[in-house]
């Protein structure tokens, strides 16, 4: 946090500098949701829809642990008066192993989703960022935030050029 609201701080003092330097050109400012515009560009699109099918099929992969663990348990509790000692323990660990397994699977399940996701979006986010960037020089703007940062509370909607950075994504492709 500390470091947004000195990142805010440089950039309005950049700004006052910037004003103070040169009165007589105007500032413009922008802000982008450049998860925005990861999610509607065409290609977003398509990474989204992958995404989903790997999330779909970790849950796949996931379902029979989890109804098998689910089955232990039932199973355990119903039978918890009956069962020796031994007999107990054997289940209660045979249960505690299932559910470990499980969850080292779903953080593994959790760890290449976040792998694909990266591989997925990350080339998409940098050509949106090189696309602003483009944008910002060619239509003079001073300073373009992202809208999802700290720092940024409020602006107007006429200054997001989201749609902008879009369409010309789009074009690109």
């Known amino acids: 946090m500390r470091v947004a609201i000195r990142s805010l701080l440089l950039a309005v003092g950049m700004l006052?500098?910037?004003?103070?330097?040169h009165a007589e050109d105007s500032i413009r400012i922008a802000v982008v949701d450049i998860d925005q515009a990861v999610n509607a560009t065409d290609q977003g699109k398509q990474?989204?829809?992958e995404l989903v099918k790997k999330r779909k099929a970790a849950e796949a992969q996931l379902k029979p642990m989890m109804e098998k663990g689910k089955a232990m348990a039932e199973?355990?509790?119903s039978k918890r008066f009956v069962l020796s000692e031994e007999a107990l323990y054997q289940k209660q660990l045979d249960l505690a192993e299932l559910?470990?397994?499980a969850r080292a699977r779903?953080?593994?399940l959790e760890g290449q989703y976040k792998v694909d996701s990266e591989r997925l979006v990350g080339p998409l986010r940098q050509k949106l960022?090189?696309?602003i960037n483009e944008?910002?020089?060619s239509e003079g703007f001073t300073l373009i935030l992202e809208r999802n940062t700290p720092g940024v509370l409020y602006s107007r909607e006429a200054l997001d050029i989201t749609d902008m950075v879009?369409?010309?994504f789009n074009k690109k492709r």
């Open 16 to 21: 006052a500098w910037a004003g103070a330097a």
């Open 47 to 49: 990474a989204r829809d």
């Open 75 to 77: 199973e355990l509790q």
């Open 99 to 101: 559910q470990n397994d």
């Open 106 to 108: 779903m953080a593994e």
């Open 129 to 131: 960022i090189e696309i």
């Open 135 to 137: 944008i910002g020089k």
């Open 166 to 168: 879009i369409k010309r």
